[in-house]
């Protein structure tokens, strides 16, 4: 996971942004700010954890 207290970098920012964008059309996909990082929502399920160092994907 991201390292307590840090801040978002603009790649993290642009993958999330990028994501939200991509797989609109699957259904009501959203992100959050969480752990340093952005979790992504499908219908209110996380399926996804981008932060600062990697992006984790639950398959």
Not at 23 to 51: C, D, N, P, T, W
């Amino acid at each position: 996971m991201g390292i307590k207290g840090a801040k978002l970098t603009e790649k993290a920012i642009s993958i999330s942004e990028w994501l939200e964008d991509s797989l609109s059309g699957v259904g009501m996909i959203s992100r959050r700010k969480m752990f340093g990082g952005y979790g992504v929502f499908e219908s209110g399920v996380m399926f996804a954890l981008i932060s600062s160092l990697a992006l984790f994907v639950e398959t």
